[in-house]
């Protein structure tokens, strides 16, 4: 035998073969163990030790043994077909959503309010699977999903999306009014909105935060005034700044309360401009990966992770668009 293969290429099969007989130490056993006749087995294994280029195993009356060098190329075909079957089980996972990475982005104050709901139900029923997190605005991450930096992104309200992005519904809250904690209404059970008339407000930055703009300036209107706006802020912590400084008041999702806020009280609202909610959205290509489709699975389902919030704060599970 040639000291040097030429074309080295086996298969499974070929290699499995080969085992059946180094277990047997008999091609006539190995034979009736893999379900074949034995002249075509003994062929398997000469064109197998052609293609390697050496003896692997030493035949005799009383049945065949390895060489050293079979015996070695015996425990290397075990692990190559391991690694073989290994692969194409991944593969496989990855392919039904199972295993793999999930580039997730989210907006700020949402890390505190559903990303740990949702990375431990995502661990518990997809163990497999790998969740890569990043933050940034609204605006950022959709453009994000758009280029396919990112596979599934959360974020409130967002702008009117193009016919190539699906925004799906996976949490309400109501809003309420935030006031300072020194405020007289701050311990009110409830409040018309009319009473925050004379008030100075921060206001959301329309071209960030568009909905929750468009909703607080449109509420007053209908409580029969317009808002004192004194500042403007554009996202969520901003507008929470300025009320537990004690400068403004404003309307925010109650959800917010959650996060205990120093300075900041929030008091339901009723009468006339006060029918406000605010949704939550994850947002993904209209193909997505069976990745992101299991994980919203998680999400929306029967026993979506967001159905045990508390329902005192205002937050509920939203259908999906």
Known sequence: MSDMAGDIS???????????VVQEQHFGRAAELLGMSQPPLSQSIQRLERTVGVRLLERGSGGVRTTPAGAAFADDARRLLDLQTAAVTRARRIAAGLDGEVRVGYVSLLSHLYL???????????????VRLLHGSSA??????RTGILDLAFVRD??????????????????????????????????DLAQLREEEFVVP?????PTLAGQLQLACRQAGFTPRTAAVADDLS??????????????????LRNLAVDGVSFVPLT????DLDTTVHAVHRPDPDAAVT?????????????DAADPAHGLTTGPAD
Do not use: K
């Open 140 to 145: 950022a991450l959709v453009d994000q999903i």
């Open 238 to 255: 901003g507008l929470l700044g300025y009320v537990a400084a004690g400068l403004c008041v404003s309307l925010l999702p109650e959800g």
């Open 271 to 274: 009468g006339p401009g006060a």
């Open 294 to 306: 299991r994980l919203l699975s998680v999400i929306t389902g029967p026993r979506s992770p967001f």
């Open 116 to 130: 740990p709901t949702l990375l431990r139900a995502g661990a518990e029923e997809l163990p497999g699977l790998r």
């Open 10 to 20: 086996f298969s499974r099969r070929l290699l499995e073969q080969f085992l059946a």
């Open 158 to 191: 967002p702008a009117r999306l193009g016919e190539d992005l699906v925004a799906t519904v996976v949490a309400t809250e109501r809003i309420s009014a935030a006031v300072p904690s020194g405020h007289p209404l701050a311990g009110a059970g409830a409040i």
């Open 205 to 209: 930055d329309p071209a960030a935060l």
